[in-house]
C-alpha cells in the first residue's frame, strides 16, 4: 500500500522508504510465497489501472522491467532456490501438503444440510475425515474452507461479495482511489486460494472492508482521494 500511495503522489518518498523497505524485508525473511505472490500481482493490476494516466508508473514499471532482465535473469537460479525453501519437487507439486488436507476435507461425507450450508465455523482444520490423521491438518484454502463451514451457499455468498467489489472498482474512474481498491481485492482473490480467511474473521475481511469504503467513497460525486500523508515532524 505504501508503494502504491507513492506511485500516486499521496506519500513522500521517504515516508514510502520507512514503510515498504522493513515490510519487504520481513516478508523474504518468513518466505511467504503466496503473500508475495499476491503483492507482486496486486501491485502489477493497480499499477496497470493507473499505467495511462500516471508519468511515475509508467516510469517505475521500466525501472522494473530493466533491473529484471539485468539481474533478475542471471539470478532466477538463487530466487528459483528461495522460493523452493527446501522442498523437494513433489512437495512443491503438492502445495507443501496442501492437497493432501484439501481432498480430505472434500471427501468427508456429510448431510445435505451441511453440503448446502456448511456445519458452522471451525478452526480452518479438516474435521470429520475417516482417517484419523488427517483430522485437524489445516486447510490453507479459503474456498475449502468456506465449503467446509457455509457450504455452498457460503461459497456463492463470498464470490457474489467478491465480483461485486471487482466490478465498482473496474467502473470507477481512474485514480488512486481505484488502484487501491483493486490492489486490496486482488491481493485478498490471490491469498485466498491458499490461505484460509475469506469465510470468517480475519485480516482479508478487513482489506475487503476497506476496499469496499474506497470504491464507495464518496459516493455521491464519485471524487477521488485528494490527501497526502506526511510522517509527523520530529
Known amino acids: 500500500m505504501a508503494i502504491l500511495l507513492w506511485l500516486c503522489r499521496l506519500l513522500s ?81 503438492n ?11 472434500l471427501s468427508v461425507q456429510r448431510p445435505t444440510t451441511n453440503v448446502i450450508f456448511g456445519s458452522g465455523l471451525s478452526n480452518d482444520a479438516v ?6 490423521a488427517l483430522n485437524g491438518l489445516p486447510i490453507d484454502s479459503s474456498w475449502i474452507s468456506i465449503y467446509q463451514d457455509q457450504g455452498i451457499f457460503g461459497e456463492v455468498v463470498v464470490s457474489a461479495i467478491l465480483v461485486l467489489l471487482l466490478l465498482a472498482a473496474i467502473f470507477r474512474a481512474r485514480g488512486p482511489t481505484r488502484a487501491m481498491a483493486l490492489f486490496l481485492i486482488v491481493y485478498c482473490l490471490i491469498a485466498g486460494i491458499s490461505e484460509s480467511g475469506l469465510g470468517g474473521p ?20 464519485g471524487t477521488d482521494l485528494t490527501f497526502r500523508l506526511r510522517m509527523p515532524s520530529q
Open 13 to 93: 518518498r521517504r515516508t514510502a522508504l520507512l514503510l515498504a523497505v522493513p515490510a519487504l524485508i520481513v516478508l523474504v525473511l518468513t518466505h511467504t510465497r503466496t503473500a508475495l505472490a499476491a503483492m507482486i500481482v496486486g501491485l502489477l493490476v493497480a499499477g496497470g489501472s493507473l499505467f495511462l494516466e500516471r508519468r511515475r508508473v509508467r516510469k517505475t514499471f521500466a525501472v522494473a522491467l530493466v533491473v529484471i532482465l539485468v539481474a533478475g535473469i542471471p539470478a532466477s537460479p538463487l530466487v528459483a532456490h528461495w522460493l523452493a525453501r527446501g522442498e523437494s519437487g513433489q512437495e512443491i507439486q
Open 95 to 105: 502445495l507443501t501438503g496442501r492437497t493432501k488436507a484439501w481432498s480430505a476435507a
Open 127 to 132: 474435521n470429520g475425515s475417516s482417517d484419523q
Open 202 to 221: 480475519s485480516p482479508y475481511i478487513l482489506d475487503l472492508a476497506l476496499a469496499a469504503s474506497l470504491v464507495t467513497h464518496p459516493s455521491s460525486t
